[in-house]
């Protein structure tokens, strides 16, 4: 059972963290802590009903509501009582060691279109981006801030401006828009320029270039309701047309008509399919449109490169989103793989190098269980030291020994601990044949689990009967210890 | 409870400084991390045992959307509490 560590292993562990010899009374002592800590935890639990460990988890108390049972043994139905249990939540950085690299949960339905979707939702949210920012800026007077903002606003497809169009308009707004309505185009080209502070009145006049004219030259039963369309046209362009004025306004308030007209249009072309289907609308825009962008382009040179800066962003944040999705069935695939070979080479070793001078009671696989929190990997420790200790099974108390480095956890052992282990368990196998040890064959079995590579160098050593037992026919996993086969598994 | 409040009782029952205690407790969970992270089972008597179960890949639902997920096959951490603990502990009132 080696696969279950004990209160004493814990303790022994503890000792060899101290910076003073782990004698046997420090290990009982640290038994002694060790255990009160866990009966501060009991009364804490009881307490407080919770105990919050930092950075390793929290024991909590649960409540378990009564229920009707039933006893699996007689069929019996019982009834249980409303009681609490333990549970325990580990704390993200517990989590993190057991698993350095947590697989991230993959998106099922839009599986096969996950690449080529990616991009598509990320636009939406830079719209929305966008989109929500303007809207405060009338009220909270933020205009230096993003003088980008329009470029963007204008670079916007329908569907960011559709998705305003449907908000409701202001309903301070229409007294002021049904008189812009009627206002002779003349006077809608002068407004522009004279109001530049930065409210939200200046925005309207240019919306309502396009729309109203036809109105009023149509017949008389007609021009009511197409007065109102094009109100609620208006306002529709108004409101998103409102924020970009005011961030441009302080920018550059000899230009903000033309280009605030420009991205009126614009946005007003692209909101207008969901917001009327009126034919009315459409032939007075059309030349305003193309008028309108023809000035807009000549002016600011600025605004395609930081419109191109803009557009880059959503597009670098799709790169980068994409590989995750990538990767995904990848690690959930081969996990194991996975895991093991990447957070390696960032992290440190999981055991620096070090010196330990054996005291009375130690043995390799106690110092192994200590030091790398699993005995199996003993032979780490005897084949650095295979000069001094001859007999792996017995060393002695004063002798210092090297402990060599482990880079891994023993659950992701690296490509040369495992070597260096093999190499360790060959060594084992040697004295073992040297002195007849009647186990020498199992030493020669975790050769082969650790590193296959080390027992092919080796094989001409090994007498023909070992390895016809060993190659004859596949390793019955009975002969293998617990702690073997629990290391055979991750390989095979 | 929380860290600070289990130092402090630590150091008082122990009758070491609290400086110490905090070392010793934090050694201590780093020790059961350890094994934990080497795929070991950390038997406390008379407390619970602390593993590591390997969770199948499966479909699931992210909470609060309508989105289906495949949860890959992970690890997970798990707590089952000893008898003793358990009894004690039904009687206790969670807060």
Not at chain 1, 150 to 176: K, N
Not at chain 1, 449 to 477: A, C, K
Not at chain 2, 38 to 45: I, P, W, Y
Not at chain 2, 81 to 90: H, I, Q, R, T, V
Request: aromatic share 6%; glycine share 4%; no cysteine.
């Amino acid at each position: 059972m080696n696969n279950r560590v004990h209160m004493g292993a814990i303790a022994e562990a503890m000792a060899a963290r101290e910076p003073q010899a782990a004698t046997r009374n420090r290990i009982a002592a640290l038994r002694q802590v060790a255990a009160a800590v866990l009966d501060i935890i009991r009364d804490g639990l009881r307490d407080h009903g919770h105990v919050r460990l930092h950075e390793f988890g929290t024991f909590r108390l649960k409540a378990v509501a009564g229920r009707r049972g039933r006893n699996p043994q007689t069929g019996e139905s019982l009834w249980i009582p409303p009681h609490s249990k333990v549970i325990f939540t580990p704390a993200k950085a517990l989590l993190k060691r057991v698993e350095p690299v947590h697989p991230r949960p993959v998106a099922l339905t839009p599986a096969p279109s996950v690449t080529p979707a990616s991009p598509r939702p990320n636009p939406p949210v830079v719209a929305v981006d966008t989109g929500p920012q303007p809207k405060p800026a009338p009220h909270t007077v933020t205009p230096p801030s993003r003088p980008e903002h329009p470029q963007r606003a204008t670079i916007r497809p329908a569907a960011a401006p559709s998705s305003e169009a449907s908000l409701p308009p202001q309903p301070r707004f229409r007294v002021e828009d049904e008189f812009n309505a009627r206002t002779e185009p003349a006077q809608r080209a002068e407004r522009p320029t004279q109001p530049a502070p930065p409210q939200p009145a200046p925005a309207e006049p240019p919306t309502q270039q396009g729309v109203p004219v036809p109105a009023d030259d149509d017949h008389p039963p007609r021009l009511a309701w197409r007065v109102a369309a094009a109100v609620l046209v208006g306002l529709v362009a108004a409101f998103l047309l409102w924020p970009n004025q005011e961030e441009l306004t302080p920018v550059a308030g000899q230009i903000p008509a033309a280009q605030n007209s420009a991205a009126s249009v614009r946005e007003l072309a692209a909101s207008e399919p969901p917001a009327t289907s009126q034919p009315v609308t459409i032939p007075d825009s059309g030349p305003a449109i193309t008028s309108q962008i023809s000035e807009k382009d000549s002016e600011p040179e600025v605004a395609p490169l930081l419109a191109e800066t803009s557009a880059d962003q959503p597009v670098v944040i799709s790169e980068a989103d994409q590989p995750i999705p990538e990767q995904k069935p990848d690690t959930q695939v081969s996990l194991p793989e996975a895991t093991a070979s990447e957070p390696q080479p960032a992290r440190e070793p999981f055991f620096a190098a070090t010196s330990y001078q054996v005291q009375p009671g130690d043995s390799l696989w106690r110092l192994s269980r200590r030091y790398y929190s699993d005995p199996v990997i003993w032979p780490h420790i005897y084949g650095a030291n295979v000069a001094e200790v001859r007999n792996p099974d017995l060393i002695a108390s004063g002798l210092t020994l090297a402990l060599p480095e482990l880079q891994g956890p023993p659950s992701e052992l690296t490509k040369t601990d495992r070597r260096a282990i093999a190499s360790g368990y060959f060594e084992v196998y040697r004295y073992y044949t040297e002195v007849d040890h009647p186990q020498a064959i199992f030493a020669l079995f975790a050769v082969r689990v650790f590193d296959d590579e080390i027992y092919q160098s080796h094989r001409d050593e090994i007498h023909p009967n070992r390895i016809r037992i060993l190659e004859g026919s596949p390793v019955p996993l009975r002969y293998l210890s617990g702690a073997l086969k629990r290391l055979q598994e991750p390989q095979s | 409870m929380n860290t600070t409040q289990l130092v402090a009782k630590l150091a008082e029952r122990l009758e070491i400084s609290q400086a110490e205690a905090k070392r010793l407790l934090k050694s201590q969970l780093d020790v059961i991390a350890d094994h934990l992270a080497a795929g070991q089972q950390v038997v406390l008597r008379g407390f619970g045992t602390l593993g590591v179960r390997r969770t199948a890949a499966h479909k699931g639902q992210l909470p609060g959307t309508d989105e289906k997920v495949l949860f890959p096959a992970h690890r997970q951490i798990f707590f089952r509490p000893a008898a003793a603990l358990k009894e004690e502990a039904s009687e206790w009132e969670a807060k």
